[in-house]
C-alpha cells in the first residue's frame, strides 16, 4: 500500500544566473511499512527534499501526496495540524524543550494537539527506548544517545503516517548511532512504522530496506537491500 507518492518535485532558490534547483524533478513513492535511507553529499538536495516531504517548506513546483492527499493543497494553518499529527520528526541535535523531562517531550506533539495516548502506550515507547528509569530527567541529565531516543519517542508516540529523520545519528558516537539505527529499525518492525531516514554514512543506509541516492538535486540510484 503506497503511503506517500513524490510527483515531479522541485526547490528552486534564486533567479537567472543565480538559480540553483536544490530539488530538481524527483519523483518516487515510498510503501507503507517501508524503512527507505536517502543518502548523498552535502549539498545534494537531501535534507531539503527531507523539508519538502515533512511540510516544513513548501516547493517551487510539484507534489507530495500522503495517503492520497495533496499535502500543499492545505493551508498554512491546516498544514501545520497535519505535521502535527501525520509526520514525525527527528533531529540530529535532538532538539528537545530543556524544561521538560523525557516523559513531557515525548508526550509534548500530543498535548499540543489535545490528543489523549493512553498509559499503555506510553510505558511501551519508554520501555522500548530503554528510557523508564528517566522518565522524569530533563534533557540535561540524560547522554547524547538518551536525548536521541527521547526524539525518536516523541516521533513515534502518535502513530504518524510518517516519520523523517534528519541525520539522526550525526552527533553520536558508534555505539550510540547502532543503537538509534536499532530502535529505528525495531519501530520500524513492531509498529510497522514507515521511516524515511537521511544519512551520509553508507554503512548506517544499508540497515534500511532501500536506498535512495541523490546527487546535484537528482535521483540517481534507487536500490532495494537484499
Not at 503511503?3 to 526547490?11: A, E
Not at 552527533?171 to 518492525?189: G, H, Q, R, W, Y
Request: proline share 3%; glycine share 8%.
Amino acid at each position: 500500500m503506497e503511503i506517500l507518492k513524490v510527483d515531479n518535485l522541485t526547490k528552486t532558490y534564486g533567479n537567472g544566473d543565480e538559480k540553483i534547483n536544490a530539488v530538481d524533478h524527483i519523483s518516487f513513492s515510498v510503501e507503507k511499512g517501508e524503512f527507505v535511507a536517502i543518502v548523498g553529499a552535502s549539498g545534494s538536495g537531501k535534507s531539503t527534499l527531507l523539508h519538502l516531504l515533512g511540510g516544513v517548506d513548501r516547493p517551487t513546483s510539484g507534489k507530495v501526496y500522503m495517503d492520497g492527499s495533496d499535502i500543499y493543497k492545505l493551508s498554512d494553518n491546516n498544514l501545520s495540524i497535519f505535521r502535527r499529527r501525520q509526520i514525525g520528526i527527528i533531529y540530529q541535535f535532538y532538539n528537545l524543550i530543556p524544561i521538560l523531562n523525557v516523559k513531557e517531550n515525548i508526550m509534548l506533539p500530543c498535548d499540543l494537539d489535545g490528543a489523549k495516548v493512553s498509559d499503555k502506550r506510553l510505558d511501551e515507547v519508554l520501555e522500548i527506548l530503554n528510557l523508564k528509569n528517566r522518565s522524569n530527567h530533563l534533557p540535561n541529565e540524560l547522554s547524547g544517545g538518551q536525548q536521541q531516543r527521547v526524539s525518536i519517542g516523541r516521533a513515534i508516540i502518535n502513530n504518524p503516517a510518517i516519520v523523517l529523520a534528519d541525520e539522526p545519528t550525526g552527533n553520536l558516537d558508534s555505539k550510540a548511532s547502532d543503537e538509534i539505527v536499532s530502535l529505528l529499525k525495531m519501530s520500524n518492525k513492531k509498529f510497522n512504522q514507515t521511516i524515511i531516514m537521511i544519512t551520509h554514512d553508507v554503512e548506517i543506509a544499508k540497515e534500511a530496506d532501500r536506498i535512495i541516492t541523490i546527487e546535484d538535486g537528482k535521483i540517481i540510484k534507487d536500490e532495494k537491500i537484499a
